[in-house]
Nanobody
């Protein structure tokens, strides 16, 4: 059984920072394409950051330079450091995993999902 559990969401003011964590079990983060996605009310789920099995990280243009994703394959965890947060970053953030190599950004490509954690940024 694969479980992904996010933590670290909360409420901050514009310009603030938050760090999200995802603890994975039943799957090896180092052998999977790991992703952070977000979904705001009325919007489709969009990818935020992806880390492939080679350790390469990719970012949606909307967060490039502000967010940093990392993974600890020994502890099987994924982290998303978010800085200079903006009100438009407000959403539920999800951790996702797709076993195997390659870069994937479509949410439908990911097999496993966490329950999500709310991030709210006030102006």
């Amino acid at each position: 059984q694969v479980d992904l559990v996010e933590s670290g969401g909360g409420s901050v003011q514009s310009g603030g920072s938050l760090t999200l964590s995802c603890a994975a079990s039943g799957i090896a983060t180092g052998d999977s394409c790991m992703g952070w996605f977000r979904q705001a009310p009325g919007n489709e789920r969009e990818w935020v950051a992806i880390i492939t099995t080679t350790g390469t990280d990719y970012y949606n243009n909307s967060v490039q330079g502000r967010f940093t994703a990392s993974e600890d394959n020994y502890r099987n965890t994924l982290t998303l450091q978010m800085t200079n947060l903006k009100p438009e970053d407000s959403a539920i953030y999800y951790c996702a995993a797709r076993p195997g190599p390659g870069f994937w950004s479509r949410s439908s490509a990911f097999s496993y999902w966490g329950q999500g954690t709310q991030v709210t940024v006030s102006s």
